[in-house]
Each structure stands twice: as C-alpha cells, then as structure tokens.
C-alpha cells in the first residue's frame, strides 16, 4: 500500500508485535535476576513473619496471664483475696495506694486523701424558723414525711439511718446536676457550688455504705428505697427547677430531721437497747476514728455531718432569698 509521501514498508500489526516482543525480552531478563534473589529472601521474609506472629501470641497470651489476684477490694473494699484485677487493653489501671503506716489501701469507694476527722463541736441545737409562706411549706413538708418513717421503723434505728441515707443522698447529685446544665447553658462559673453538693451526696452515700454493715435490709426495705427514691427523686428535680431556695431549705429541715433522729439512735445505744458494736472498718478509714471505735462513735460523727448539711442548705437558701445567684457566693467547699 502506497503513501502519498512514500511506500509503507511495514504493516502496524507487525511494529505492534516486535515491540511487543522486545519488551517481553527484557522483562524476562529482569525478572530472572530478581527471582533468584527473591528465591533467597522469601525463606527469610517467611521466617520473619512466622517470628512475628509467634511474638504478637506469645504477648497476648501474656497478657491473659497476667490477671492476677489483688488484695485490694475492686467494688467496694471487701478484700477478697480472690477476686481477679481486671487487664485492659488500654493499660488503664488504678494506682496502688497505702495508708500513713505503709499497709495496703483496701477501699476502692475513696481514698486516704479523702477521709477527714469529724468537727463534733459543731451546734446541734440551731434551727431555722420558718417566716414565709415557702419556709413554713418547706418545714411541714419534712413534718408530714417523718409520721411515716417513725410508723414503719419505730425503734429499728439502724434500718431507719439506712432509709434516711438513700433519701438524703439524692438532693446534692440533684442540685449538683442542675448547676452543672446551667453552668454550661449560660457559659458562666458555679462558685464551687457543683462541687459542694456532690460533695454532700457523696458524703451521704459513704453513710449508708457504713450503715450497710450494722444492719441489712430485708427484701420489703429494698422495694420500699426504690418507690421512695423514685418519688423523691422526681419531686425534689421539678421542685428544684421550680424553686431552688424551696429546695434547699427543704433539705435544711430534712437534715434537722436526720440529727434528732441520730440523737434517739444515741440515746438507744446509751439504754443498751442496741448492742454497740465495734466500728466498721470502712467507717474507721473514712472519719480516721481510733481503732477500738464503736457504733457510737460512728453514729456521733455522722450526726455531726448532718448538722454541716443543714447549714450549707440554708445557707443556700439565705442566698436565695436575697435575689441573688449561688455563684456570687463561693461555696464551702470541704465544710464537713
């Protein structure tokens, strides 16, 4: 076939082909020097991934036998020396803590740093008299609540605290709730409120852990905490959005409550009518009491708590009911 610039002398099929063929050439050639070095390495490279893979399995076998026992309780401080410490993938692990003398901190519910020696000089007599309308709603309130409580308990006061305790512990995570949302919604400090309450629900909670080991509830006392705590709970958050001076001066008289009934607790201790028995270890660690401590003891050192819970509460309404915001006043942070 002609051009008009000359004669075709080869076809495109035949160029296509020759290259074709060439590139094949070199390619053979090339891969023929790097297959007699793969030949080489590939025994190598497999016996690096086979030592690889044994290491990963010899770690995670490892680290399955790592769970060991601890002496530390991990729920609540039993000190079981059979119970197993938890390995997590994430290598987070709770630090090993010791007392002054050097022995083992066997509490996982709080720490040494936490625990605190009682004020007993506090005033136990001091009450607020109600004046205002919402005062006097707030102290009946507690009134009408404390004719069914001494009905159903009567002279059972170690079960009685222990009711008194899943109740009293709900206002400060409640109060301490809704300053956290409006501390975030309003872009603004708390005064150290949010902390002060938690503080008081936690300190609430820590009584009826130590209450937990004088006097076990029986089946009807536990459904009666979660028909009253669901209540309480309820009410005290719509009463707390509604009114918070309401609120807190209600938990002020709650806690007037809670010290005449420790005073009849004592009173009982006193008559022999309870048998005083030692301490709980939980609460000889929490109020740092002497070691030969007993019930009463515990049951003074609680009572003088309640009566620091009273005044924060009213305090918290005081500021209230001055018009002004919690915030503008620092919080007593640690006033226990």
Same mark, same amino acid.
């Given at each position: 076939?002609?051009?008009?610039?000359?004669?075709?002398?080869?076809?495109?099929?035949?160029?296509?082909?020759?290259?074709?063929?060439?590139?094949?050439?070199?390619?053979?050639?090339?891969?023929?020097?790097?297959? #007699?070095?793969?030949?080489?390495?590939?025994?190598?490279?497999?016996?690096?991934?086979?030592?690889?893979?044994?290491?990963?399995?010899?770690?995670?076998?490892?680290?399955?036998?790592?769970?060991? @026992?601890?002496?530390?309780?991990?729920?609540?401080?039993?000190?079981?020396?059979?119970?197993?410490?938890?390995? #997590?993938?994430?290598?987070?692990?709770?630090?090993?803590?010791?007392?002054?003398?050097? #022995?083992?901190?066997?509490?996982? /519910?709080?720490?040494?740093?936490?625990?605190?020696?009682?004020?007993?000089?506090?005033?136990?007599?001091? =009450?607020?008299?109600?004046?205002?309308?919402?005062?006097?709603?707030?102290?009946? @309130?507690?009134?009408?609540?404390?004719?069914? @409580?001494?009905?159903?308990?009567?002279?059972?006061?170690? /079960?009685?605290?222990?009711?008194?305790?899943?109740?009293? %512990?709900?206002?400060?995570?409640?109060?301490?709730?809704?300053?956290? /949302?409006?501390?975030?919604?309003?872009?603004?400090?708390?005064?150290?409120?949010?902390?002060?309450?938690?503080?008081?629900?936690?300190?609430?909670?820590?009584?009826?852990?130590?209450?937990?080991?004088?006097?076990?509830?029986?089946?009807?006392?536990?459904?009666?905490?979660?028909?009253?705590?669901?209540?309480?709970?309820?009410?005290?958050?719509?009463?707390?959005?509604?009114?918070?001076?309401?609120?807190?001066?209600?938990?002020?008289?709650? &806690?007037?409550?809670?010290?005449?009934?420790?005073?009849?607790?004592?009173?009982?201790?006193?008559?022999?009518?309870? &048998?005083?028995?030692? %301490?709980?270890?939980?609460?000889?660690?929490?109020?740092?009491?002497?070691?030969?401590?007993?019930?009463?003891?515990?049951?003074?050192?609680?009572?003088?708590?309640?009566? =620091?819970?009273?005044?924060?509460?009213?305090?918290?309404?005081?500021? =209230?009911?001055?018009?002004?915001?919690?915030?503008? #006043?620092?919080?007593?942070?640690?006033?226990?």
């Amino acid at each position: 076939m002609m051009y008009r610039g000359g004669v075709r002398l080869f076809s495109t099929l035949t160029a296509r082909t020759a290259s074709t063929e060439a590139a094949a050439r070199i390619l053979a050639s090339q891969t023929n020097r790097h297959l #007699s070095t793969f030949l080489v390495r590939a025994p190598v490279l497999g016996l690096r991934n086979r030592s690889t893979l044994a290491l990963g399995g010899e770690k995670e076998q490892q680290r399955e036998e790592n769970v060991q @026992t601890t002496g530390a309780a991990v729920a609540g401080g039993s000190g079981n020396k059979d119970e197993k410490r938890i390995v #997590s993938y994430w290598g987070v692990e709770a630090p090993k803590v010791n007392k002054d003398d050097g #022995s083992e901190w066997k509490w996982s /519910c709080f720490r040494p740093w936490e625990a605190y020696e009682a004020d007993l000089s506090i005033d136990l007599k001091k =009450h607020h008299a109600p004046t205002t309308f919402s005062d006097k709603m707030a102290f009946w @309130t507690v009134k009408s609540l404390r004719w069914p @409580t001494d009905l159903f308990f009567q002279r059972r006061y170690g /079960c009685r605290a222990m009711m008194l305790e899943t109740v009293a %512990a709900v206002p400060g995570m409640v109060g301490g709730m809704l300053l956290h /949302c409006k501390s975030l919604r309003r872009f603004e400090h708390s005064g150290g409120w949010i902390k002060a309450l938690l503080e008081e629900a936690e300190n609430e909670r820590m009584h009826l852990m130590t209450f937990m080991e004088v006097a076990k509830p029986k089946w009807y006392e536990r459904a009666l905490v979660f028909a009253v705590q669901g209540v309480f709970f309820n009410a005290y958050f719509l009463g707390y959005l509604i009114s918070p001076k309401f609120a807190h001066r209600m938990v002020g008289y709650l &806690e007037e409550e809670a010290i005449h009934s420790y005073t009849e607790f004592l009173k009982e201790l006193d008559k022999g009518n309870i &048998e005083n028995v030692p %301490a709980p270890a939980i609460a000889t660690d929490y109020w740092r009491l002497p070691p030969n401590s007993t019930l009463k003891d515990v049951v003074l050192v609680v009572r003088a708590d309640e009566a =620091h819970h009273r005044d924060v509460n009213h305090y918290a309404s005081d500021i =209230h009911y001055q018009g002004r915001q919690l915030r503008e #006043s620092p919080a007593p942070l640690g006033y226990h």
